[in-house]
């Protein structure tokens, strides 16, 4: 007889075996530069949280602030009676400050992707796709019932090929797709070129912009405002919440047309209750903060500038890193598996990236900076890196 679960432990058991499965550790205290993980306090290299904004007491009021006002709940869909003037607040905000006509706001970002992408393109239309691009990009692509076309990493000389290829069968819309920040290797895509070979085809631009929000562009706007765009070059400017913002949710900037389309097609946000009241005073006090106090972003830049020198000059391959995600490549899975290990018994915890998430010889460290580490603190990494590195042979 048929066994409905069987596969759940056959699988998982799998994973094990190829030493493949997420092993989670346990952070029991806020998201700090040092903090407790599974009882040893540690230094973190591996958070989003690239401004140190989850804690900013700004933040914090005005998520109080904001319970106390509306509770901790929306009650329902913004379709229905869960649009408050808070979530209009928020929106009106961030236009303002990504210099587009509207934008919107979504749960999640992997919920702008899966539910939006779907609905801009359909039978007849094409996606062009950078082959690094985020598994929701790639979720919200396989979701579309538009074909599929795949260019190389950041080379836009292969996507004018393929887009001169794809003329050929005339679709009706053409949708170039790509990240702007690549969050294995922290290296930028070339979005300005992009947007030169996307306007000879007359194609929609979208931008996922998750890990160059507040870190990118004039006071920490993004991939649009670093390459001096505007919404009339790049169409759909999707970004998250999650990281340098220090709290939650997705968002897509652009212009009211795009909005006023996304939130009567997109499923993932007509069928989803909106944010809490105090995520979303917390936003509005983020961007508040990006606005007021420039002297974080200023420091995180300060800060991987730092780092990724004295990585280079010891000798460590950076890769093509631009930002603060810094990848220190190392070659195979248990060299990078015994430098995380080891620098976690020395008190900084890191994160080892290897296959399948990376090809074989490219297995890495991943470090992301953090704005409120000293120079102090990132000296004492430094010398643990470059003593485990020559203990591993990596240097």
């Known amino acids: 007889m048929r066994d409905p679960t069987s596969f759940l432990q056959k699988e998982y058991l799998e994973l094990v075996e190829k030493t493949l499965d997420w092993r989670l550790k346990e952070l029991q205290g806020a998201s700090e530069p040092v903090t407790l993980v599974d009882g040893r306090k540690v230094l973190v290299l591996c958070a989003n949280n690239y401004l140190g904004l989850t804690t900013h007491p700004k933040l914090k009021k005005a998520a109080m602030e904001a319970i106390e006002k509306y509770g901790v709940g929306s009650g329902a869909v913004r379709a229905i009676s869960g649009n408050m003037d808070i979530h209009i607040e928020l929106e009106e905000r961030l236009a303002k400050f990504k210099n587009a006509e509207a934008s919107l706001t979504y749960p999640t970002g992997f919920m702008v992707n899966s539910g939006l992408i779907p609905q ?9 796709s950078d082959e690094l691009n985020h598994g929701s990009i790639i979720d919200g692509v396989r979701l579309s019932k538009a074909e599929k076309a795949v260019y190389k990493h950041n080379d836009v000389e292969n996507l004018a090929k393929v887009l001169e290829k794809s003329e050929k069968d005339e679709p009706n819309r053409i949708l170039i797709i790509t990240d702007g920040v690549f969050s294995m290797d922290g290296d930028l895509a070339p979005l300005d070129k992009i947007v ?72 993932t946000w007509l069928l989803s209750s909106s944010h809490p009241p105090a995520i979303v005073a917390a936003t509005i006090a983020a961007i508040d903060v990006l606005e ?24 460590f391959n950076t890769g093509n890193s631009q930002t603060p995600i810094i990848p220190i490549i190392v070659g195979e899975s248990h060299k990078a598996k015994s430098l995380a290990d080891k620098l976690y018994e020395q008190g900084v915890y890191v994160v080892p990236i290897v296959f399948p998430m990376v090809a074989r010889d490219l297995s890495r460290i991943r470090v992301q900076m953090h704005a409120k580490l000293t120079i102090e603190q990132l000296d004492s990494v430094i010398n643990k890196i470059e003593k485990i590195g020559k203990e591993l042979e990596i240097i």
């Open 120 to 128: 801009l393109v359909g039978r007849g239309d094409l996606i062009v």
């Open 292 to 315: 007021n106090e420039p002297e974080h972003v200023e420091n995180l830049w300060k800060n991987t500038n730092f780092f990724k020198k004295a990585m280079i000059d010891l000798g």
């Open 196 to 267: 030169k070979y996307g306007k000879k085809h007359g194609a929609m631009i979208y931008v996922d912009d998750a890990h160059g929000e507040g870190v990118l562009g004039k006071g920490g706007r993004g991939i649009v405002s670093h390459f001096d765009l505007t919404h009339n070059d790049v169409q759909v400017e999707m970004g998250t919440f999650s990281k340098a913002y220090g709290t939650i949710g997705g968002h897509v900037s652009g212009s009211e047309s795009l909005v006023k389309f996304a939130y009567n097609k997109s499923w």
